[in-house]
């Protein structure tokens, strides 16, 4: 009994190490290339399920088939007008051929650092053949602040745009797809993620955009002053209008009412002239004499004639 157990250990134990290192899985985004001894056998398997395999002599190579990611790193590139900028790429790609893939790259890392070397060689000539706009921009539509950029001599943003960044992009995802076919590698998109200058011609930009701003503002202060100055003026003028019309009519006003003045005081003292001259001579004594002042007067003189009538009376 011991010897038919041992017997049955003997034999279960390596059918089940056989069988656990022959059979293998297959997940849904994977595909996988067997290899023996180092060489592929047969083509890749790209359903999912379980598999098996010659234990010990068969290695199983493992390549994800969904889209991947690829991040370059910022490169300094000078652009046509020789102005050097940072230019930040990325991208996505796939492995569609898994045989050839593994026979050219091995794995998912080689395949980064070449297509590191390929999308970056090709986005350094595509942005030193075009101006920067090019990069920038991708039509000409126009800015919300029009006015600003139409005062700046020689910026950038007025140049018109001939390709424009859409098209540089697919121009470079074009011709770096077309090397890396040979590879077993799709590349579906490489887009610019950032563009900007290095750090000695930004200093520069920001000077001028300071310059610039300030030349704007001084020159809107400059029309703001001309402005004013005009509406004070007007407003001089104007007053001085308003003060000759309402001055004229006040003194037609008053001529009128001195004029109706008169005839009324002229008519009422032409009816009785005596009383007239007796009321503009009572008028004059208090203007004539006050408390400091002394008069000689004879007694028949005409300015005492009615303070004398008056006494006799």
Request: no cysteine; hydrophobic share 40%.
């Amino acid at each position: 009994m011991n010897r038919t157990l041992a017997a049955l250990t003997v034999l279960v134990i390596p059918a089940a190490l056989v069988g656990f290192t022959s059979a293998y899985t297959i997940t849904e985004h994977e595909q996988v290339v067997i290899t023996r001894f180092g060489q592929p056998r047969g083509q890749p398997i790209a359903e999912p399920g379980l598999h098996f395999k010659v234990p010990f002599a068969d290695t199983v190579h493992r390549f994800d088939k969904r889209w991947l990611d690829w991040r370059g790193d910022p490169n300094q590139i000078p652009t046509k007008e020789k102005k050097y900028i940072w230019v930040d790429t990325f991208g996505r790609w796939r492995i569609v051929d898994p045989l050839r893939f593994f026979q050219r790259l091995r794995d998912e890392r080689n395949a980064q650092s070449r297509l590191d070397d390929i999308i970056d060689g090709e986005t350094r000539n595509a942005i030193a053949s075009f101006a920067l706009i090019e990069a920038v921009r991708s039509s000409n539509r126009k800015f919300e602040d029009d006015e600003y950029f139409a005062e700046i001599e020689g910026a950038e943003a007025l140049e018109k745009v001939t390709l424009g960044r859409d098209k540089l992009t697919r121009q470079i995802r074009d011709r770096a797809a077309e090397v890396v076919k040979e590879f077993g590698v799709e590349l579906v998109d490489v887009q610019i993620r950032r563009i900007n200058y290095v750090d000695e011609v930004q200093l520069k930009v920001f000077d001028r955009m300071i310059s610039e701003r300030r030349r704007i503002a001084e020159r809107s202060r400059s029309e703001g002053m001309g402005r004013a100055a005009e509406i004070r003026g007007q407003r001089e003028r104007d007053l001085k209008a308003i003060r000759s019309e309402a001055y004229r009519k006040a003194q037609e006003v008053t001529g009128k009412a001195d004029a109706q003045a008169t005839r009324i005081y002229a008519e009422a003292f032409g009816r009785d002239p005596e009383f007239f001259q007796f009321l503009r001579t009572l008028e004059a004594y208090p203007k004539a004499i006050d408390a400091s002042t002394s008069l000689f007067l004879g007694t028949n003189s005409e300015f005492y004639r009615y303070l004398r009538t008056s006494k006799r009376q």
